[in-house]
């Protein structure tokens, strides 16, 4: 017998992860996922030591000889969920242009009258680096509770040097203290400060922000919101390759609003994701799939918005790891990867074994973390407790949080 840190046991199921061999798109059903029924998972130094039938588990690592014992009678047991897209860090509130949405205006108008990107800079600019701390800690908090264990963060509310910075600065001191594994991202690039060129903007960030930003040490992706209206192709591609050159990998945000060409520079520069993808078309996702991008899915945007979602099963027929996020943002409050996960079987036809692949093991392919998101002897055993008997009620039981507990590696956090 050997002890373990931590012993799951008795569990109804335990979602390993993508079955070897099983293909994401077409009809997949439950036979895309390793599923073991009755079961347990045991814990050595944060990492998945054994996983399978629960009496084999329980015998191997007495769960009365470990550190923690978690009995999972009627749960089920996924793989933490990893949110690859979020802007979390911020200030202000913007609820009132929620109800401005309902009454017709358009994001973009609400953008050209200096609200939208601009009015949360002007919040950002104002609070101090211990208030953006605590207002991301406690989004992060919210995070953890519905299951999420590692975070994507950005900045992009500074829209200049001093600012970035600190949004930076701030995002690494939660990161520092909090259970979430956050990573960090500069988006210089989200929108143009009032009263400045577009084009003049980018030298700025190009020339002064992405090498301050290199010096900080504190990014590791660089994103640009191109789109129409804010940042071109060609405008966008200078930034991207700048960042590489400043040691930074590329993201994009891409096709959201309309259809302009950021897919295929998503592919050509060799980015990690490209996110949105409303707009997107078979030949842009047969790009990604050929350069091993992954394209991510942010449902709960379009359904803030009331816009058409993406086309994720285009995405899964093209062979493409289709991975989602919450997008969780002003203009998109939900901090919840459960909810993101309902869209994504309600609204955008894919089966609840698609939508969790989705929110872990591919959302970590999307961070560059592909030993995230799956419990295989010897990934971090980052779980996700679900509180009903099947994986399936994480995007059944839409609107309510499912998840009764959380490991980070191997440890309960939430």
């Given at each position: ?329 002003p203009n998109c409050h939900s901090r919840s990867m459960g909810f993101a996960q309902s869209l994504c079987c ?69």
């Amino acid at each position: 017998m050997a002890r373990a840190e931590t012993v799951v046991h008795d569990a109804a199921e335990v979602v390993v992860g993508k079955r070897e061999g099983a293909w994401p798109g077409g009809d997949a059903g439950d036979d895309l996922l390793a599923v073991h029924e009755n079961a347990g998972v045991a814990v050595v130094d944060g990492e998945v030591a054994m996983v399978g039938p629960s009496d084999d588990v329980c015998r191997e690592y007495p769960p009365e000889n470990a550190e923690t014992a978690y009995e999972a009678t009627g749960q089920s047991v996924v793989p933490g969920f990893v949110d690859p897209h979020t802007h979390a860090v911020f200030a202000g509130d913007r609820s009132d242009e929620f109800e401005a949405k309902l009454r017709g205006k358009q994001y973009q108008e609400i953008l050209e009258e200096g609200g939208g990107i601009l009015r949360t800079v002007r919040a950002v600019r104002e609070a101090t680096e211990d208030e953006l701390v605590a207002n991301l800690r406690e989004h992060l908090d919210a995070m953890l509770a519905y299951g999420s264990t590692t975070v994507e963060v950005k900045s992009g509310y500074g829209l200049d040097t001093e600012t970035e910075l600190k949004l930076l600065s701030a995002i690494e001191t939660a990161a520092e203290t909090h259970a979430v594994d956050v990573v960090p991202t500069f988006m210089g690039a989200h929108a143009v400060p009032e009263g400045m060129d577009t084009d003049a903007y980018v030298d700025a960030v190009v020339d002064e922000q992405l090498p301050a930003v290199a010096d900080q040490g504190v990014a590791e992706f660089c994103d640009v919101f191109c789109e129409e209206g804010v940042f071109g192709v060609e405008q966008s591609r200078r930034v991207l390759e700048a960042s590489v050159d400043a040691g930074l990998t590329p993201k994009v945000h891409a096709e959201e609003l309309a259809h302009i060409g950021g897919t295929e520079l998503a592919a050509e520069v060799g980015a990690t994701s490209a996110d949105h993808l409303l707009h997107s078309t078979r030949a842009d996702v047969d790009g990604l799939v050929e350069n091993d991008v992954v394209p991510v899915v942010l449902p709960g945007t379009a359904f803030g918005l009331g816009a058409e979602y993406a086309d994720a099963q285009e995405m899964l027929d093209a062979g493409a790891p289709v991975a989602v996020a919450t997008d969780f943002n002003p203009n998109c409050h939900s901090r919840s990867m459960g909810f993101a996960q309902s869209l994504c079987c309600v609204e955008m036809g894919m089966t609840p074994a698609q939508s969790l692949v989705a929110a872990t093991e591919h959302a970590a392919l999307a961070l560059d973390r592909p030993a995230r998101g799956r419990l295989d002897v010897g990934a971090p055993a980052d779980m996700a407790i679900v509180d009903a008997p099947s994986h399936v009620h994480v995007p059944y039981q839409f609107g309510e949080n499912t998840v009764d507990a959380v490991f980070k590696d191997g440890t309960r956090v939430a």
